[in-house]
């Protein structure tokens, strides 16, 4: 009987608790497909606050506000690059992961490239430079002689 | 010594002297792209009395600092007591911007430490912050007659700041 009972009180509260789960698993977004833009926007765009992060990762209050600012401008029929003309016109070209191609960000962009080209030149001549493996200096026949000697004439060896 | 030793060692001077410049860079601060542009217009509600609203056509025809303060934020309570001494002075009014603060807090704040402000007005959702690109409280604007913005200083004001930076603007647009 208090088995029966137990079981019961175990059903009702797996009941219960499936019901209160029920609850949990709204969406978070109304609007999946605007909330992934939203995201791929923010990833391209840093914190402010943070710097290392991108919108998209940062919890950072300002970074808060401006995802909004995204979420309200891409439903209000914006598209991704005047909101990114919109962030770049209050933050500067800071706020861009990927900077412009202009004259102030040149080196930045050919810099690396500029650096392999120096460290291959740079390779290019030091090999260059290096004197190559000497030749073996020639053997008198004598030598010859005495190194087959010592070596054992692989002809003779061959043969036997 | 040999031309040939030379060369780690200048090699040595230049990266220590390539490093110390990046030492003394301010990687944090942001260059504004909104120096030289027309500041972002707004008009909100002043914290002094939330009915009233004032807009920044209002000031056309003054040099004007805008600072923007919130009672939460430590470094503004830093540079607060400057701001109190710089309002005395009557060199140039300053007016605040209340950012994404509670309007109770702050009217305290004003009413405890002084009330360096001609006027502060009520930025509750920091969208006039995103608008004037504030990326961390407190920042100082200089904005001239025509409602250009001149110059921007982020982090608190101190005397030394203001001397250097701010005050030969200020002069200038005066005069």
Redesign the interface.
């Known amino acids: 009987m208090t088995h029966c009972a137990a079981r019961l009180v175990a059903i009702l509260l797996l009941a219960v608790c499936t019901l209160a789960g029920a609850g949990v698993a709204v969406p978070v977004a109304a609007d999946p497909a605007l909330e992934s833009r939203v995201n791929t926007l923010g990833a391209e765009l840093r914190c ?2 943070c ?1 290392n992060q991108s919108l998209a990762d940062s919890h950072a ?2 970074a808060v ?2 995802k909004n ?1 995204i979420r309200e401008q891409l439903r209000a029929g914006r598209s991704e690059q005047q909101v990114i003309d919109y962030m ?7 706020v861009l992961y990927r900077p412009p191609l202009k004259a102030s960000t040149v080196l930045l962009w050919a810099g690396p490239a500029l650096l392999v080209l120096l460290g291959l030149i740079a390779l290019w001549r030091s090999l260059g430079r290096r004197p190559g493996t000497p030749e073996p200096p020639a053997l008198s026949a004598a030598d010859e002689q005495r190194a087959l000697e010592l070596l054992g004439d692989p002809r003779r060896d061959a043969g036997a | 010594m040999s031309p040939r030793l030379l060369v780690p060692l200048c090699a040595f001077i230049l990266l220590g002297a390539l490093l110390g410049a990046g030492l003394r860079l301010k ?2 601060e ?5 120096i030289g542009k027309a500041a972002p217009a707004f008009s909100l509600p002043l914290l002094s009395e939330s009915q009233r609203a004032l807009a920044s056509a209002d000031l056309k025809g003054k040099v004007w600092l805008l600072n923007v303060w919130a009672s939460w934020c430590t470094p503004c309570r830093e540079e607060h007591p400057f701001l109190v001494a710089l309002a005395r002075e009557q060199i140039v009014p300053i007016y605040g911007l209340n950012y ?1 603060d509670d309007p109770r807090a702050a009217q305290e704040w004003i009413q405890r430490l002084g009330n360096p402000y001609a006027e502060s007005v009520l930025d509750r ?2 969208k006039v912050g ?7 409280v407190p920042e100082t604007f200089v904005i001239d007659r025509s409602g250009v913005i001149r110059f921007k200083h982020v982090g608190p004001l101190t005397r030394e700041v203001w001397t250097r930076d701010l005050l030969p603007i200020v002069q200038q647009l005066r005069s």
């Open positions: 402010l606050v710097q209050e300002l506000d401006l600012q770049t016109e209050r933050y500067g070209d800071f | 990687p944090r942001i260059p504004s792209p909104l994404k959702d920091g995103i608008d004037y690109g504030v990326y961390g």
